[in-house]
T-cell receptor, first 114, second 115 residues
Framework: GENVEQHPSTLSVQEGDSAVIKCTYSDSASNYFPWYKQELGKGPQLIIDIRSNVGEKKDQRIAVTLNKTAKHFSLHITETQPEDSAVYFCAALTLSGGSYIPTFGRGTSLIVHP | DGGITQSPKYLFRKEGQNVTLSCEQNLNHDAMYWYRQDPGQGLRLIYYSQIVNDFQKGDIAEGYSVSREKKESFPLTVTSAQKNPTAFYLC??????????????FGSGTQLSVL
């Protein structure tokens, strides 16, 4: 099955700095890569995603890049703000038998210091 | 408002007791999922259901059971066979059809603790 590795487990930055979280996956058939943000005591929410036919996608201060050859993808947050502090999860999905079953990374706790 | 509702928010289990976590969605989604979250472990899939009256085991199904009698509801029972049930449990759903099946919508979770 799919295996997703996520690094770092904790990331501490100063407000205004950039933050980068990296994930690798093992199954070359995976074709969809979402990122979720989880605030304390809440469920994860989708913040950005990328499909395997695209190398980069940007939405305001967040961007995701994908390198299919190397099987890794990254989340980039620019001009970080205290409200960006949360746990971020990457995932990889493979379509199999009509079902998309995501495999998640272990999460990165991002702390943005004012 | 459409969404996924999990209840209760906090639940306590005694030794040898079965407990049931509720998950209801009014998004008209076909697929529903249960994940377990432990600190530093990420999200691990317990069970999922793509359609009413059908469900499949995920990676850590032992000690858990589910039912899917209605499209809107996917309750999870943590049985006494689950020896380490303390965790944060998340329910999710997704649409059917192209362009939507892969996007998960999560509930706010249930924290289960053992007394």
């Amino acid at each position: 099955g799919e295996n997703v590795e996520q690094h770092p487990s904790t990331l501490s930055v100063q407000e205004g700095d950039s933050a980068v979280i990296k994930c690798t996956y093992s199954d070359s058939a995976s074709n969809y890569f979402p990122w979720y943000k989880q605030e304390l005591g809440k469920g994860p929410q989708l913040i950005i995603d990328i499909r395997s036919n695209v190398g980069e996608k940007k939405d305001q201060r967040i961007a995701v890049t994908l390198n299919k050859t190397a099987k890794h993808f990254s989340l980039h947050i620019t001009e970080t703000q205290p409200e960006d502090s949360a746990v971020y999860f990457c995932a990889a999905l493979t379509l199999s038998g009509g079902s998309y079953i995501p495999t998640f990374g272990r999460g990165t706790s991002l702390i943005v210091h004012p | 408002d459409g969404g996924i509702t999990q209840s209760p928010k906090y639940l306590f289990r005694k030794e040898g007791q079965n407990v049931t976590l509720s998950c209801e969605q009014n998004l008209n989604h076909d697929a529903m999922y249960w994940y377990r979250q432990d600190p530093g472990q990420g999200l691990r899939l317990i069970y999922y259901s793509q359609i009413v009256n059908d469900f499949q085991k995920g990676d850590i199904a032992e000690g858990y059971s589910v039912s899917r009698e209605k499209k809107e509801s996917f309750p999870l029972t943590v049985t006494s066979a689950q020896k380490n049930p303390t965790a944060f449990y998340l329910c999710a759903s997704s649409r059917s059809g192209t362009g939507g099946r892969e996007k998960l919508f999560f509930g706010s979770g249930t924290q289960l603790s053992v007394l």
